[in-house]
């Protein structure tokens, strides 16, 4: 059985890293992913270095779009952006299971990026619209 979910896992990564190569993802992070050699720490790593790279665009994406915006719309895309990064923390925080080992904490980073992606994509296409 933990062989099945290995392979599946495994499946899911490179998924992930030809995913990467046609997203929003850098190019850093696809090369870092194939550096990394199903390394946990090492894939860790990439995970994070993307969602900061991530996060950065989300926010400008955001500073762009709010600016944009009437007094009413900004205050409505605050407060759903507020709740849209508490629903990212706590469901991304869900796959961080204490007792899901190396895979969880993976899982939960891969949450995480690909929110803050999908996020920075939508709010650069919601700017386009303003």
């Known amino acids: 059985m933990k062989f099945l979910i290995f392979i599946g896992f495994v499946s899911l990564l490179c998924t992930s890293v030809s ?3 046609e997203s929003d993802y850098s ?10 050699g199903g390394v946990t720490l090492n894939m860790l790593d990439c995970f994070r270095a993307e969602t ?4 950065a665009r989300l926010n400008s994406a955001y500073q762009q779009t709010m600016a944009s915006l009437t007094a009413t719309r900004k205050k409505q895309l605050q407060d759903v952006q507020r709740l849209w990064i508490r629903y ?5 925080g869900f796959y961080a299971d ?6 969880a904490g993976l899982n939960s980073s891969s ?8 996020r920075a994509t939508e ?8």
């Open 88 to 92: 990212r923390d706590a469901n991304c």
């Open 27 to 36: 190019r850093q992070y696809s090369m870092c992913m194939e550096r990394a």
């Open 98 to 103: 204490p007792d899901g080992g190396s895979m």
């Open 52 to 55: 900061k790279r991530q996060d």
């Open 123 to 130: 709010l650069e296409n919601l700017r386009e619209e303003y």
């Open 111 to 118: 949450c995480y990026l690909d929110a803050t992606a999908s």
């Open 19 to 21: 995913y990467a190569e």
